[in-house]
């Protein structure tokens, strides 16, 4: 096993919790998740389903604790992580899913796939795999704003010049505050746009 391979593998460990491993031992393969997705409405294939993508990070994640699936990976679909397997995740987590949550939302059993696509990414960046300019990002991000998918931001609307933006529906905002996972899950413009004015819009349109 190679150091890369061993630090992304300590990552997914020191990440699994009861919301985590609820997530990567419940769901039903309905596919109702499909149609939430942006990714998926934009260009519909298997690739771009939620349930796909989390059941990636499953079939490591059995091969690792699952003894049947580490002795007879083929009867379960799990898969030994490897450097290969590695850049897939990577590459799914960071350009194929923006942790709106609307799959989660939508789901039946409340799975958190964004949860899973965090964790990868945190094995990604943990294993020095990830895409520099996003861990760069996302660096800026937190030292600057400190912020968390659990940070309370308000659905009102700001002001940029002569232009106010509206959610879907023409509304202005309701005023009301909520998790930031929350309102990214439910398309709010004017969260959105409140976020792009904190962190430099010139700036986040030139990454």
């Not at 990070?57 to 059995?62: D, I």
């Not at 379960?76 to 397997?85: C, V, Y």
């Not at 400190?146 to 509304?171: A, I, K, L």
Request: glycine fraction near 6%.
């Amino acid at each position: 096993m190679t150091e890369t391979i061993e630090l992304a593998l300590k990552t997914l460990e020191a990440q699994l919790n009861q919301p985590l491993e609820a997530a990567l031992e419940a769901c039903a393969r309905c596919g109702l998740c499909a149609e939430t997705c942006h990714y998926y409405r934009a260009e519909p294939k298997v690739e771009h389903i939620p349930a796909y993508r989390a059941e990636q990070l499953r079939s490591v994640y059995r091969y690792e604790h699952d003894f049947v699936s580490r002795v007879f990976p083929a009867w379960t679909g799990a898969k030994k992580l490897d450097e290969g397997t590695l850049a897939q995740l990577t590459e799914m987590a960071f350009s194929q899913c923006t942790l709106c949550r609307r799959c989660t939302v939508n789901c039946p059993l409340g799975v958190d796939t964004p949860l899973m696509m965090r964790a990868i990414r945190a094995m990604a960046t943990a294993s020095g795999t990830a895409p520099e300019i996003l861990v760069m990002l996302a660096d800026a991000a937190i030292e600057r704003g400190n912020m968390t998918p659990e940070t309370s931001v308000t659905d009102s609307s700001p002001s940029c010049g002569n232009w106010h933006p509206q959610n879907y529906g023409g509304s202005h905002g309701s005023g009301a505050r909520m998790p930031m996972w929350m309102a990214f899950a439910k398309s709010l413009n004017t969260t959105a746009t409140a976020l792009s004015l904190r962190f430099d819009r010139d700036k986040i349109g030139r990454a």
